[in-house]
């Protein structure tokens, strides 16, 4: 085994590293470990065919992680019989450390992995700690279920709590690249998708199979397992007819939006000519979906009144902890702008008392301003989340809202909800509704993270993440015309609705108005 002859940097970095290091437990560790999951993800049918390789790096707390060994497995050979001395060492860089030793014949001449160039892409840009790439027949077949789609999405499958930053209520998407003759020609592409697609953790090849990773070999193990059921369940559900990206999984609705019209949503019109339908449909919650005096009127006084017996029963969790650090940060910059009824907030070695009430202050202020900030929202939907699970609240919406739900998803529509509330709140109100649970009929949630909802640009991020080919593919209902105004800015088609409890509009406002979902 050769090795270049080096320490490890001062700074830190392993740029190089000596024969004692590359023979140090660290490093031998890691070599047991991925000879023993080459064997195994073998056994899986991902690296059958000497196909499929990983990537993992060397952890060593000494050691900041993209500086790290990077240990590859190496290409023609078979899986199953792989050894920890069959491991290239790479540094941080690329630049190869140590290689096999040549094995006797029938057995091929060492080669570093065709994946090298592309999982030193995915260290480079999500500095994850393993890197999995898996030929299992389920990650193929999925890409070539609809040869044109850019993306593959599935939602409501418990399976999809297993992937970093996702929910069961939540929408899975992952992006969709083309095959190359080599492996070392998805690199580019590859490294696209990534930077598109922020919160996925994974990028298929159709054709080929998928790249995914995770902080450590075991996110990445289990993430890669997990994606792999969700494959083998989308091509299950769609051979029995069903649609997997639908919260209820109910028949494919073809010439609606689904593989069989290329995703163009239509119905027939009295004329027998087709009307297009919207792909998606973004609804606003106060105003649209619910009375604004539910919120007012509940919701915001259950916060208020329950704040501080909130902060003190969960002071010492670590969500809790999370949300008032996000509180002192608005606060100070609030008091730096001299926003009324910020007060400072004490550190907390003078005590949990003193700072909870002046917490309070500071959040009923926010609260008596209607302020639209996360750090307001994200502590509220965690109150609230106590209140709707003991009963003590239910969510509101207007009558004609769970029939219009239904027969939009029937139609193949997608419909998500943007609201200035939390996410953690809109799954809340609609989970716990005076109609049931009305999740079922929802694709995602969008809140004030993505931005403000009177700006322009947070209705262009949205309409790129929906994956619509273009932004007149999504329907937005609101009450709010500035809404209307900045939505209309970024190419959505708009609707307004006119609930009772609502402010007016502007004379001569340009926007088509509705009483009730059932007119669309």
């Given at each position: ?114 994946s090298g160039a592309v999982f030193l892409k995915a260290f480079e840009l999500r500095n994850p700690g393993a890197v999995i790439h898996s030929h ?209 907030i004490p550190p907390d070695e003078v005590g949990k008392e003193k700072v909870i009430a002046a917490l309070v202050v500071n959040i009923e202020a ?155």
């Amino acid at each position: 085994m050769a090795a270049v002859t080096a320490t490890p940097g001062n700074g830190g970095g392993v740029a190089t590293a000596s024969q004692a290091y590359l023979e140090s437990k660290a490093v031998q560790d890691t070599r047991s470990l991925m000879s023993e999951l080459c064997r195994h993800f073998y056994t899986l049918g991902w690296m059958s065919g000497t196909g499929g390789s990983i990537a993992m790096k060397v952890h060593d707390d000494s050691v900041p992680r993209p500086c790290q060994l990077i240990l590859l497995s190496p290409s023609g050979v078979q899986k199953e019989r792989m050894e920890p001395e069959d491991m290239y060492v790479l540094s941080a860089d690329g630049s190869i450390l140590s290689s096999p030793c040549p094995k006797p014949y029938p057995n091929k001449a060492p080669k570093c992995t065709d994946s090298g160039a592309v999982f030193l892409k995915a260290f480079e840009l999500r500095n994850p700690g393993a890197v999995i790439h898996s030929h299992g027949m389920e990650s193929c077949l999925v890409t070539m279920i609809n040869p044109l789609a850019k993306e593959f999405r599935i939602t409501h499958m418990e399976m999809i709590k297993g992937i970093q930053g996702h929910g069961y209520y939540d929408e899975l998407v992952i992006p969709i690249i083309e095959n190359t003759a080599h492996e070392h020609e998805l690199t580019e592409s590859l490294a696209k998708a990534i930077e598109a697609y922020p919160r996925s953790t994974a990028v298929l090849v159709r054709n080929h199979g998928i790249y995914s990773w995770g902080d450590s070999w075991i996110s990445a193990k289990t993430q890669a397992e997990c994606y792999h059921y969700l494959f083998d369940a989308a091509i299950k559900l769609h051979q029995m007819g069903l649609d997997w990206s639908s919260p209820n999984h109910g028949p494919l609705q073809y010439g609606k939006g689904t593989l069989a019209d290329g995703g163009k949503a239509g119905i027939i019109g009295s004329s027998l000519q087709i009307k297009p339908l919207p792909r998606c449909i973004l609804l606003d919650i106060e105003g649209t979906t619910t009375p604004i005096s539910f919120v007012t009127d509940v919701l915001f006084p259950y916060a208020r009144d329950n704040v501080g017996r909130h902060l003190s029963a969960t002071f010492e969790t670590s969500e809790t902890k999370d949300d008032i650090k996000l509180l002192r940060s608005q606060v100070e910059d609030d008091l730096a702008k001299g926003v009324p009824g910020a007060l400072p907030i004490p550190p907390d070695e003078v005590g949990k008392e003193k700072v909870i009430a002046a917490l309070v202050v500071n959040i009923e202020a926010m609260i008596k301003a209607d302020r639209k900030i996360t750090a307001l929202k994200q502590l509220q939907g965690h109150i609230w989340r106590t209140g709707f699970q003991n009963r003590e609240l239910k969510g509101v919406v207007f009558e004609d809202v769970p029939a219009a739900l239904e027969k939009w998803n029937a139609l193949g529509i997608k419909v998500y909800i943007y609201s200035s509330g939390s996410r953690l709140a809109q799954r809340l109100l609609f989970g716990y509704t005076n109609h049931g649970d009305l999740r079922k009929y929802l694709y995602g949630f969008f809140d004030t993270t993505v931005g403000n909802k009177k700006e322009t640009n947070s209705y262009v991020e949205i309409s790129e993440t929906l994956g619509v080919d273009k932004p007149s593919e999504v329907l937005f209902l609101t009450d709010v015309y500035q809404e209307a105004v900045a939505a209309t800015n970024a190419g959505l088609q708009v609707i307004v609705s006119v609930r009772p409890g609502n402010g007016t509009l502007p004379e001569n406002h340009g926007f088509r108005t509705i009483n009730s979902f059932m007119e669309i």
